[in-house]
């Protein structure tokens, strides 16, 4: 079973009631655990202030508790101080890189995981400086 990393947008996507059809059969396949599924803690910090516009502040904690559970999405932790470094020298070489995106895709290619995302300006700038890399983009729906 492959392993994919998912970012603010996919999750935002899977609470969503109608995705883009490209975005419905990822979170089908995520669903059926065709995915080892995860993502990282900064994600989580991002999707907590996005839902913060939209939702009850008590509700936010819950809501994605419940999401990670029911998605089976585990959550990675990263604590290494060479992430952060690599990190700050991606951010450099691509500077439209969120410090988000650029932690996201440097522990995608420390752990062999694809990145699933919906930034589409993070897909050009890393695709531009690394053509082969393993980044899928779909079309971000709110």
Same mark, same amino acid.
């Given at each position: &079973?492959?392993? !994919?990393?998912?970012? %603010?947008? !996919?999750?935002?996507?899977?609470? %969503?009631?109608?995705?883009?059809?490209?975005?419905?059969? #990822?979170?089908?396949?995520?669903?059926?655990?065709?995915?080892?599924?995860?993502?990282?803690?900064?994600? !989580? #910090?991002e999707?907590?202030r996005?839902?913060?516009?939209?939702?009850?502040?008590?509700?936010?904690?819950?809501?994605?508790?419940?999401?990670?559970?029911?998605?089976? !999405?585990?959550?990675?932790?990263? %604590?290494?101080?060479?992430?952060?470094i690599?990190?700050?020298?991606? &951010?450099?070489?691509?500077?439209?890189?969120?410090?988000?995106?650029?932690?996201?895709?440097?522990?995608?290619k420390?752990?062999?995981?694809?990145?699933?995302? %919906?930034?589409?300006? &993070?897909?050009?700038?890393?695709?531009?400086?690394?053509?082969?890399?393993k980044?899928?983009?779909?079309?971000?729906?709110?």
């Open positions: &079973m492959s392993e !994919i990393l998912i970012d %603010t947008g !996919i999750i935002l996507n899977l609470l %969503t009631k109608n995705p883009p059809q490209k975005l419905k059969t #990822l979170i089908k396949n995520i669903q059926d655990q065709r995915y080892k599924t995860a993502t990282i803690q900064p994600i !989580i #910090l999707v907590s996005w839902l913060i516009k939209s939702k009850k502040k008590l509700d936010i904690q819950e809501i994605i508790f419940s999401l990670l559970k029911s998605y089976n !999405i585990e959550v990675y932790a990263i %604590t290494e101080l060479s992430y952060f690599s990190a700050g020298i991606l &951010m450099h070489q691509i500077p439209q890189l969120s410090t988000v995106d650029a932690l996201l895709y440097i522990y995608g420390e752990i062999g995981a694809s990145i699933h995302t %919906t930034d589409k300006s &993070m897909v050009e700038g890393i695709k531009e400086k690394f053509p082969k890399s980044i899928q983009y779909y079309k971000y729906s709110k």
